[in-house]
């Protein structure tokens, strides 16, 4: 197939590089302008919870560890532990990022800064006018609410052979800590919440020395970052619609947004190759109605008392919170899964 006239994505996260890896499949020339010099330089856990219904290929020797399912708890008690539709992975993020849009064919440009006032993109002493493509330009483009997260790459023997990812609910933050492993014997521990970043290394800290996975760590490097959870946030900036986490495709009850972001930046990129409006496609999708009824629950949760959020976590199925955190909600399936639990479902469902 011939090429088309260029397309431009502002970001080279992981819905721009989904975006970039599907219109160059579709034929277009894409041009991706990342500001830094690598790629996925926010801190994150790296990890794809689930990958069947990722829309590019992860590359294989990006990956770092396989995960098979996850373990959560709720102010330091375990609730269960979750198998059934946790099949996932660990990525190394930049080399995953950049293997996707160069596997493409697309052209990534570096040091490339968007400066929306001016529909430019200035590389060095150079600017480049965009007129036509996608904004992925992650939680700085965001107009919503963001939370702050903190994150310490520990090195311990007790992370060697963790397959699962760990979770601790804190009610009290209105967040959580994780232990997402990592490469051999590293693994990826942070805490995000509604919080100061001060506060959270406070809880960061105490956390590591009380844990039996980390108590005996050695912190390699600390590092934080704004996540987007104030739901979908539809628009353009500079003209060009935002995908990705610039317009919040993250999970707000998880801070999940490789995949999400992913997802959003597929579905506006199959709707700008064929004509249609990449927000109303994005609009109309599955990833953005599971991150929605996520903020419905976000925002239900926030108005109660610490000891009813631990309640309702505590009682909703494994089964349930596996498809709750992965934003594969439907009616249909949460009454077959939550038959047993008729007023847990009501509860739910008015969530929708």
Known sequence: MAREKSISIIGAGPAGAAAASVLARKGFRVLVYEANKRLGVKPC???????????????????????????LYVNGSLAFDVEEG??????DKEKMLEAIIVESGADLVRGAVFKPSKGTVRIGAKYVEV???????????????????????????????????LIYFDTWLIGYYYIFPGPSNEADVGVGGFAGFDHLQVLLDKFIKTSEYTRSAVILRREGARIAVGGVKLGATGGLPRIGEAAGFVLPLTGEGIRPGMISGAVAAEALASGRDPLKSMDKSSIARGVRVQRRILERVKAMAPERRAELLKSIPAEAHAMIALGRIDRRSLARVLARHPRLLARIISFF
């Open 86 to 91: 946790l099949e996932g992975v660990i990525v």
């Open 45 to 71: 856990g790296k990890g794809i919870p689930s990958i069947d219904d990722l829309p590019v290929r992860i590359p294989p020797d990006s990956i770092v560890r396989r995960i098979r399912g996850a373990v």
């Open 131 to 165: 007129s036509r493509g996608l904004l992925a330009g992650g939680h700085a483009f965001y107009p919503g609410e963001t939370i702050n997260a903190l994150q310490y790459r520990l090195k311990s023997p007790e992370f060697e052979n963790l397959d699962k990812l």
